[in-house]
Nanobody, 124 residues
Framework: QVQLVEFGGGLVQAGGSLRLSCAAS????????MGWFRQAPGKEREFAAA????????YYADSVKGRFTISRDNAKNTVYLQMNSLKPEDTAVYYC?????????????????WGQGTQVTVSS
């Protein structure tokens, strides 16, 4: 079992930045692909970013590309999402997820473990 806990959400003005962290316990994350998803009120959960276990590959949704950066520190068992140039439409609960294996996927159903989420609110 892998337990994931997200940190770093909050309220920020449009154009600002936040860095989310996802700390894992129970298993080392070094063999897991990791993803960040988000869910706005009344909407389905959507993919934001993903990273391979070796950090060799990263993937981004078009809506966040160029503004968000996913990274990981396997020694600290932590994954990060740096969010810059935030927009009101980025407001959502952000979840990190883990998937055992080297294949990076962007579909929520393909991930094995999930955190409880952290709220990000961007004011205009």
């Amino acid at each position: 079992q892998v337990q994931l806990v997200e940190f770093g959400g909050g309220l920020v003005q449009a154009g600002g930045s936040l860095r989310l962290s996802c700390a894992a316990s129970g298993r080392t994350l070094s063999r897991y692909a990791m993803g960040w998803f988000r869910q706005a009120p009344g909407k389905e959960r959507e993919f934001a970013a993903a990273i391979s276990w070796s950090s060799g590959s990263t993937y981004y949704a078009d809506s966040v590309k160029g503004r968000f950066t996913i990274s990981r520190d396997n020694a600290k068992n932590t994954v990060y999402l740096q969010m810059n140039s935030l927009k009101p439409e980025d407001t959502a609960v952000y979840y990190c997820a883990a998937r055992l294996g080297i294949v990076v996927v962007t579909t929520a159903a393909d991930y094995d473990y999930w955190g409880q989420g952290t709220q990000v609110t961007v004011s205009s």
